[in-house]
């Protein structure tokens, strides 16, 4: 059955870094666009970043621009979220989602193919 999984969440210092990993199994992502999305207790779902199917065309909330970067890795069947200077409010549940098509190039909160079940980062000393 095809399906997303997200992985390395966890525990980091202000400050800090994780990479977050973004995995498709049986279908490629080539042809699709991947956004990332959190949400934080008691808030509503945002969107973090997006990336093409091509990988051309990247975009990341205001939030986060400057410190996050995404990326393909297309050898594994996924996509990674490089997050840098972590602060508390970036601790959330992060969820990947995937949007068919060559030419999709942004990721809207509804209408993906399919979802992640997330993977939690905490940002705390």
């Known amino acids: 059955q095809p399906q997303l999984v997200e992985s390395g969440g966890g525990l980091v210092q202000p400050g800090g870094s994780l990479r977050l990993s973004c995995a498709a199994s049986?279908?490629?992502?080539?042809?699709?666009?991947v956004g990332w999305f959190r949400q934080a207790p008691g808030k509503e779902r945002e969107g973090v970043s997006c990336?093409?199917?091509?990988?051309?065309?990247?975009n990341y909330a205001d939030s986060v621009q400057g410190r996050f970067t995404v990326s393909r890795d297309r050898a594994k069947n996924m996509v990674q979220l490089q997050m840098n200077s972590l602060k508390p409010e970036d601790t959330a549940v992060y969820y990947c989602?995937?949007?068919?098509?060559?030419?999709?190039?942004?990721?809207?909160?509804?209408?993906?193919?399919?979802w992640g079940k997330g993977t939690l980062v905490t940002v705390s000393s």
């Open positions: 049986e279908f490629s992502l080539d042809v699709y666009a």
């Open positions: 989602a995937a949007y068919w098509g060559v030419n999709q190039d942004y990721c809207p909160p509804r209408g993906a193919d399919y």
């Open positions: 990336i093409s199917a091509s990988g051309g065309t990247t």
